[in-house]
């Protein structure tokens, strides 16, 4: 596939928190990244957006199973869990995307309560390009809302991993996107 300017590269929630041995880690989220950087290299060379979201949350945050949720705390904002994983490389002109930030609302997707949709839009963006974690959480979601959106969504297989709080629950989020519209792609396929 040949890159260009009308793609985006969209990495999702590839935060500490996310990875061994932060505090919602997902099995082996951090050997994605490697991967992640050889895609960002081959984007910025064909000078596609790059766009990284993270979960943002204060430390109230309703996903917390402490405020009614279902989650330990993770991704506070300003603290080493929400921070980018150190080894990910990323250039100056990324745009990062921050979700669920307020105490009361909820994002799995980088669509949700952002201004996502708008600047892809602003950018003349057609494809985008999905990889990060989780693979069954905000991959997935941000996949579909992308599909709902109208763009082109390709997901990267190679750099994703789920958290599979069910067993199979990746593989179903990987069926359901494909389902929808979501074309799976590897590296080997941009190069
Ligand atoms: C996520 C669970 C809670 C994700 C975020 O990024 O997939 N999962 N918050
Ligand atoms: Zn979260």
Redesign the pocket.
């Known amino acids: 596939m040949d890159i260009n300017i009308k793609d985006a590269l969209i990495i ?2 590839v935060q500490n928190d ?1 990875c061994p041995s932060g505090s ?1 880690a997902v099995p082996e989220g951090d050997k994605i990244v490697p991967i992640l950087n050889k895609y960002i290299i081959k984007f910025s060379e064909r000078k596609a957006s790059i766009i990284v979201t993270r ?1 943002w949350h204060p430390k109230n945050h309703m ?1 917390f199973k402490e405020y009614g949720g279902i ?1 330990p705390p ?2 506070i904002q300003n603290t080493w869990g929400a921070q980018f994983h150190p080894k990910l490389i990323l250039p100056k002109d990324i745009i990062i995307i921050s979700k669920a930030d307020k105490p009361d609302f909820e994002a ?1 997707s980088g669509f949700q309560g952002t201004r996502l949709n708008k600047i892809l839009k602003e950018l003349k963006v057609k494809r985008i390009f999905v990889g990060g ?2 693979t069954d ?3 997935k979601n941000t996949v579909l809302d992308g599909l709902k959106e109208g763009y082109d969504v390709y997901l990267l297989m190679d750099s994703i991993k789920g ?1 599979d709080v069910n067993p199979g629950d990746s593989e179903k989020a990987i069926k359901e996107m494909e389902a929808k519209g979501a074309i799976k792609v590897w590296l080997k396929d941009i190069e």
């Open positions: 999702v929630d996310f919602l979960d996903s989650w993770h991704c799995y974690l989780a959480y905000c991959v958290v």
